[in-house]
């Protein structure tokens, strides 16, 4: 089993992967020899992806990027490597085609969104007390789950960190290894609607339909009290966002790579949707599995503070510094 980077993180929430049991079967995956998992939702080669009976790729199984930061590396001297910055982007993604937004003008991946001025100086007011790419601001240190997209993705190029997915041609559920524990996202495949009477909550309400080989996936009731971004590796500037947030995610499966584009609509704050720099991931193999993660607030006031001297401090998070 892999050990990967968990942050001190919220609730557990394993009992969907139960509920949802083993009712996608796929037409061809690799088998286990005697004594050995077999690895779900695996590619036989690894290039070739595989499919389900009703003829749609196989997301099921862990994924994990494996060219992700990996703290428990021991060194020839016996000391472990703690090197968070010099493998960030190791895996680079596959460069899409600019889709159209929802204003039908074709609009490429950028890395903060476009607000409006009144709440772009409430992004940068935020932004001008990180350290490090962190504050206390942050909802994540209360334990609050990171909502969408900011559940999904870390950085630029990457997926975030592990989680497991468990699909049927029904409903597919989204088992999250995060900072704020064990939670869950379920997509519901069936033709179903949005509820009409939909309450707003930390992950929203998701509905999924095929385009091809690609799962769309259609977020709306999303709360608030989450951010877009942010965090040490995150979008500096995708902070803030209001309860119209309206999120399309797109999940394409090529062999054992997992492609992650969304594009984010906030009228309220943005002048234009925002289209995320796609991300990617890997299948894991079929020793890996979730680790059991909980959460506890952080000791906020002992965050390090920003000064105008201190050169550890996030470049986009200088105000005086051209954003971009």
Not at 170 to 177: F, G, K, P, S
Not at 274 to 284: D, K, L
Not at 289 to 298: I, K, Q
């Amino acid at each position: 089993m892999k050990y990967r980077l968990v942050n001190v993180g919220a609730v557990a929430a394993a009992v969907v992967a139960v509920a949802l049991s083993m009712a996608s079967t796929p037409v061809a995956q690799s088998g286990a020899p005697d004594g050995k998992p077999t690895c779900i939702g695996c590619s036989d080669d690894g290039k070739t992806t595989p499919r389900l009976l009703d003829g749609h790729p196989d997301l099921n199984g862990f994924w994990d990027d494996e060219g992700g930061v990996d703290l428990f590396t021991r060194l020839e001297d016996g000391s472990f490597l703690f090197d968070l910055g010099g493998r960030l982007g190791a895996n680079p993604i596959r460069r899409r085609p600019a889709r159209a937004t929802s204003g039908g003008a074709d609009a490429a991946p950028t890395l903060n969104p476009s607000y409006k001025p009144e709440h772009m100086a409430n992004v940068k007011a935020i932004a001008a007390t990180m350290y490090g790419g962190t504050t206390a601001l942050d909802p994540q240190m209360d334990c609050t789950p990171l909502g969408v997209p900011r559940s999904m993705f870390r950085g630029t190029g990457r997926l975030y960190g592990a989680f497991q997915i468990v699909q049927t041609p029904q409903v597919m559920a989204i088992l999250l290894e995060s900072s704020q524990g064990m939670n869950y996202r379920l997509i519901y495949t069936d033709g179903r609607a949005h509820p009409n009477d939909l309450h707003t909550s930390y992950l929203g309400d998701s509905i999924g339909y095929w385009e091809g080989d690609t799962l769309v996936v259609d977020v709306v009731g999303l709360n608030q009290e989450t951010w877009l971004g942010g965090g040490q590796s995150g979008p500096p500037l995708a902070l803030i966002h209001s309860d119209k947030e309206h999120v399309i995610e797109r999940y394409t499966r090529n062999g054992d790579v997992l492609t992650y584009e969304a594009t984010v609509d906030d009228p309220v704050m943005f002048t234009k949707p925002w289209v995320i720099i796609p991300r990617q991931t890997h299948h894991a193999s079929a020793e890996d599995r979730l680790l059991e993660t909980t959460c506890a607030p952080h000791d906020k006031p002992h965050f390090i503070k920003p000064s105008a001297t201190d050169q550890y401090k996030c470049y986009y998070c200088i105000p005086d510094k051209p954003q971009k």
